[in-house]
């Protein structure tokens, strides 16, 4: 009797130690992908062990791709070409890819598992991309839910073309049990490279926005990369028209420094679109650059003014300011920064003025 | 209790989370999404309208309200709509793909 537990227990133990080897042994030749060779545009080789996904090992290696969602496959922004090895497209990536898309091997790099040898290319300005450790050092309201966080970058200094964003890492915090990336523009002087200002609207329920004005505080420090984005000023001599609405201010205060620390003489209108007095902000900035710039006029346009405050501006909405006021549009450039619905209807507007839609620069964040 | 198909799980485990919004969509509330859809379907099955109606009807009011940019428009002789917006966009939480605006439209009578 003792003889045949003894028996039936080693039998037992047998096969789960077999079991257990063959996991071990199937782990080592099916899910070992190795060390993998990343060839980028043709330049540069990377070498990583396989098994992770295209984006992170990318990062690891500090080639930042845009992604907002933290490789989630929700932003459908960190797209690059895979020429080779990437496999078959995946469902999770079909939702972001169109037609033109796929066959040019575009995929999205955060739903791309690194299995072998692989050979993709990036837009080059993405190699400038790096990652900085700063330090809030300044928190100022500007409205009652838009405040300019002010960050100095600890370890680096950066170069940026005015227009531009960057991404900041909301940590783990109460509300969000991950990290996640959200682009901001950059909002400071250019000629200050330790600093970045960020001017954040504080969006109902928003990952980063909640963190940034409920748990970010003066002397924390927080992570950035970036500089991304095509929004820029042209270097034409064509006048200028800024529209902007809210936290839109951002990139348009980078611009009007850096057309005052280059001497910019160009002829520009920037049209700041709120709906009550208490909604505008860096008003008096905005008279120091008219009187530092050449030909600049600030025309900010409330939609509702308070009786009470005696407004004696313009009224209405922006967009029927610029409808109003802005003569011989089809000679000016229109930069635009607000929310979408801003955006579109500026857009409607300037292209019934005569403006062309080439000469029409914006950049929706979508 | 209904048995949950696993994308019902997954639309569960997304409501409750973290990942789109901060707090997550339902926030501290422990309630299930299948009991909140059940109780809606019957709702709307009392009111004699369906959920395709409503979706219709507030999308209309929507894209009058977006003309505003932000302040409130008539929408007809007993309500006024305000669109708000923000940059970016929401990856919607069912199980099928989808991006759309962060937007929030807000209702109330006309004064």
Redesign the interface.
């Known amino acids: 009797m003792i003889l045949s537990i003894f028996i039936a227990v080693v039998i037992v133990s047998s096969i789960g130690a077999a079991l257990a080897g063959l996991l071990v042994i199937s782990e080592y030749f099916f899910a070992n992908y190795g060390k993998c060779k990343i060839t980028v545009n043709d330049q540069r080789e990377i070498t990583v062990d396989g098994g992770n996904s295209l984006l992170s090992v990318l990062v690891d290696d500090k080639i930042f791709i845009p992604s907002a969602c933290g490789g989630r496959g929700t932003c459908g922004l960190c797209k690059l070409k895979a020429i080779e090895g990437a496999g078959a497209l995946l469902p999770t990536e079909e939702p972001y890819l169109d037609t033109e898309e796929r066959e040019l091997n575009v995929r999205l790099s955060c739903q791309v598992k690194v299995r072998n040898d692989l050979k993709i290319e990036i837009p080059p300005e993405l190699f400038a991309i790096r990652e900085y450790t700063c330090k809030c050092v300044d928190i100022v309201d500007l409205t009652y839910d838009i405040k300019r966080f002010r960050l100095e970058l600890l370890d680096a200094e950066i170069d940026y073309i005015p227009g531009q964003y960057v991404q900041l890492l909301t940590p783990v915090y109460q509300g969000s049990d991950e990290e996640v990336y959200r682009a901001y523009s950059i909002a400071s002087d250019p000629n200050q490279k330790n600093i970045i200002d960020l001017i954040i609207r504080l969006v109902p329920n928003g990952i980063c926005t909640t963190y940034c004005f409920n748990y970010l505080k003066v002397e924390d420090q927080i992570k950035i990369n970036g500089p991304y984005g095509d929004f820029r000023l042209s270097d034409t001599d064509a006048p200028i028209a800024f529209i902007a609405g809210g936290s839109g201010m951002a990139p348009v205060r980078c611009i009007l420094h850096h057309m005052k620390n280059t001497a910019n003489n160009r002829k520009a209108i920037y049209y700041f679109g709120a709906n009550k007095i208490k909604e505008l902000f860096l008003v008096d900035e905005m008279k120091m650059f008219e009187a530092q710039l050449n030909d600049f006029q600030f025309a900010p346009v409330i939609a509702t003014p308070e009786e009470e405050e005696n407004w004696s501006g313009q009224r209405g909405l922006v967009t029927e300011a610029v409808q109003q006021n802005l003569k011989n549009a089809s000679q000016y450039e229109a930069y635009l920064c607000g929310s979408p619905g801003m955006i579109d209807a500026s857009i409607k507007v300037l292209l019934g003025l005569g403006m062309s839609e080439e000469k029409i620069f914006y950049d929706k964040f979508e | 209790m209904a048995k949950r198909s696993p994308q019902l799980q997954r639309l569960e485990e997304v409501l409750h989370?973290?990942?789109?919004?901060?707090?997550g969509f339902m926030g501290s509330d422990n309630i299930s999404v299948l009991d909140v859809i059940d109780a809606d379907l019957a709702e709307l099955s009392q009111l004699d309208i369906t959920a395709e109606r409503i979706a219709a009807r507030m999308q209309e009011i929507t894209d009058i309200a977006?003309?505003?940019?932000?302040?409130w428009v008539k929408i007809d002789e007993n309500r006024q709509a305000m669109?708000e917006?923000?940059?970016?966009?929401l990856?919607c939480p069912w199980p099928h793909?989808?991006?759309f605006?962060?937007?929030?439209t807000t209702v109330k009578p006309e004064f």
């Not at chain 2, 977006?66 to 302040?71: F, Y």
């Not at chain 2, 917006?85 to 966009?89: F, I, M, P, R, T």
């Not at chain 2, 605006?101 to 929030?104: I, P, Q």
């Open positions: 989370s973290s990942k789109l919004v901060s707090g977006k003309a505003g940019l932000g302040n669109t917006e923000a940059k970016g966009s990856v793909p989808g991006k605006a962060k937007r929030v």
